[in-house]
T-cell receptor
Framework: EAQVTQNPRYLITVTGKKLTVTCSQN?????MSWYRQDPGLGLRQIYY???????DKGDVPEGYKVSRKEKRNFPLILESPSPNQTSLYFC?????????????FGSGTRLTVV | DAKTTQPNSMESNEEEPVHLPCNHS???????IHWYRQLPSQGPEYVIH???SNVNNRMASLAIAEDRKSSTLILHRATLRDAAVYYC???????????FGTGTRLQVFP
């Protein structure tokens, strides 16, 4: 089944403790992206990647890192999490063809930073 | 970045057609119009997309105005499982980026 898999689904952590949220897709998509969703603010893009070793900032990149060493994986790294990063996170992937393909989203990771 | 305008909420009865409108007067000629929906506690789900012509798939139809300044997502027979937030979005030709707005919350009544 074609899918984007995120882990973990739920995570509670303490301020300052480094964490990684993994994202993997099995569709050979070039484009991958991370979003966060907050009440009243909707879905906002954190980082995106157009291919292996090619990443760029989205609208809210502060406090996050990403890497794209393999085509299928796009982990989101929080080096020193803070409570304002408590949010619902979604990873997504797509073919790269000038907007002509749909995104596939993961099921989400609900992160709480205390 | 180009923006879309959608009503905050709409209601429908089960098995009736639903027309969800979207205005996008600032769309560029090469941006695709995408629709996604998000059910409670789930990730957004792709529904349909188009550029200039009307499009149909198993989930819905997309009607795009001739001047491309507006579009309408059509659910032909609403079911309770269609209750969700529906997002009308541009996907940029240059960056392939999806920019989400606030969406329309669709309620479906039995």
């Amino acid at each position: 089944e074609a899918q984007v898999t995120q882990n973990p689904r739920y995570l509670i952590t303490v301020t300052g403790k480094k964490l990684t949220v993994t994202c993997s897709q099995n569709m050979n998509h070039e484009y991958m992206s991370w979003y966060r969703q907050d009440p009243g603010l909707g879905l906002r893009q954190i980082y995106y990647s157009m291919n292996v070793e090619v990443t760029d900032k989205g609208d809210v990149p502060e406090g996050y890192k990403v890497s794209r060493k393999e085509k299928r994986n796009f982990p989101l790294i929080l080096e020193s999490p803070s409570p304002n990063q408590t949010s619902l996170y979604f990873c997504a992937s797509s073919l790269l063809n000038h907007g002509g393909s749909g995104y596939t989203f993961g099921s989400g990771t609900r992160l709480t930073v205390v | 970045d180009a923006k879309t305008t959608q009503p905050n909420s709409m209601e429908s009865n089960e098995e009736e057609p639903v027309h969800l409108p979207c205005n996008h007067s600032t769309i560029s000629g090469t941006d695709y119009i995408h629709w996604y929906r998000q059910l409670p506690s789930q990730g957004p789900e792709y529904v349909i997309h188009g550029l200039t012509s009307n499009v149909n798939n198993r989930m819905a139809s997309l009607a795009i105005a001739e001047d491309r300044k507006s579009s309408t997502l059509i659910l032909h027979r609403a079911t309770l499982r269609d209750a969700a937030v529906y997002y009308c979005i541009f996907r940029s030709y240059n960056t392939d980026k999806l920019i989400f707005g606030t969406g329309t919350r669709l309620q479906v009544f039995p």
